[in-house]
């Protein structure tokens, strides 16, 4: 009969009859994928209920929500999490997982996972939080503040979020990404609180963030009370490296002086405040740094210490983390409304000398280079014929090329083929292997680089 097929190992009659008698095991009620280093990390909750026919699961890969998915796993999954360490850098994979029985027959699907892996390779993401404005002043509109920064990130590779359009940001929209510039440029639409905890994740892989806000205690921590302090244990203190937070109302700023010296200078683009606040901006708060952390801005404005509209001169605005772990630099007023060429000062010796991002020229010329050497799972695995294998090359000082090979092994060690003999330049590099001439089974790669040497399993399934 037709559906008598070689992938479903049991009988046509058994088939037929677990069909017609409908003992499909029941499908799981409850599916995560979650984004880890070059991984993702997947957990389900299957019905316990009256269900006694479970043997295990079997996790399914796709690019697409309702396309193809390809098997992932080799053997049935007896437990009820599984680590996808295939997921190629800067990708969305769809993921369903279908119970299986003794017989081998799999449930529906009736749930689907989405994630790309944690990866720190994909350049700059900026967020934008900002509300379409109408175009007057200190209401811009969304393509007015999308032209501004596009202009101040113009030496570097970026991609865009507006969270309006797009939606909140997950630990996979962000984690892809060295850097995450997150802007607002109104002091309503404050959204970033609603990440937050995406946003302590991506931190703790070692990202590096630039926010630019209006009220950042607001858009953080969702304050509205003044004077705010932040202990450990608190996200502000623990994350930001904020420790406190103050702003005093009718107080007008003007400039944002440089406490540090490798900062420059920020004033007031007088083309885009009201002439009614004698073009400066309100609604400025001060954030003081916490222990590690330091500030490197401090407000100033024209108006005397002594008037109420500057009795916040010389309070801190800016707060700089660069630590080993990860590192944010948080200024607390938004750049839009800042000189443009000295936004883009400070955005440039922002992403180059705190952040070690490098330039679009540099990335033309180095292919993006990757920070470290990585031999990654093939995909699709298993395979059948083809799989592409994926490794990275860090550039070094001593030189911008190694001697590299790939190789292909049997499971007893012998060498089935070179894919890779020659020198190689920094970069990230894919190779196919095509093994249509092989048998079914599991097959070693290995890469050796310089002194790296990685080795990793694939199974061809004929």
Known sequence: MAYCTEVVKIT???????????????????????????????????????????????????????????????????????????????????????????????????????????????????????????????????EQVDIFYTQLLSNFNKKDWDVTKDGDVTLSDIGAFSTVFWHGNDDANLLAFKSKEDIKKYLSFGGKLLLDSYLPSKTLAGNSLYKVDYNAGDFMYDIFKIKGAERKLNTFFFSAKSIDSTYNLLE????????????????????SAAPGAKEIYSYDTQYDSAASQGSMKGMPVGVEYLGDDYKVITISFPLYYIKQDQAQAFVQNTMLNKFNEVTAVENEDKKVLPTKYYLYQNYPNPFNPTTKINYSLPFIESGNNVFVELKIFDVLGREISTLVNEKKNAGSYQVEFNAHNLPSGIYLYRLSAGNFVSTKKMILMK
């Open 12 to 142: 046509c009659a058994t088939l037929i009859s677990a069909i017609e008698s409908n003992v499909l095991p029941k499908p799981i009620y409850k599916l995560t994928a979650e984004p880890k280093l070059h991984s993702i990390e997947l957990t389900w909750s299957p019905y316990t209920y009256g269900e006694t026919r479970y043997y295990g699961f079997n996790i399914y890969r796709g690019l697409t929500q309702l396309g193809e998915k390809t098997k992932v796993n080799i053997g049935v999954i007896k437990d009820t999490i599984f680590v996808d360490n295939g997921a190629q850098n800067g990708i969305y994979y769809f993921y369903e997982v279908k119970a299986v029985d003794s017989l081998g027959m799999e449930s529906i699907v009736n749930k689907i996972a989405k994630a790309r892996a944690i990866s720190l390779d994909q350049g700059v993401l900026v967020v934008d939080e900002t509300r379409d404005g109408t175009g007057v002043i200190t209401n811009p509109t969304d």
């Open 268 to 287: 007031v683009d007088t083309t885009k405040t009201a002439s009614n606040l004698n073009f400066h901006l309100k609604n400025i708060e001060s954030i």
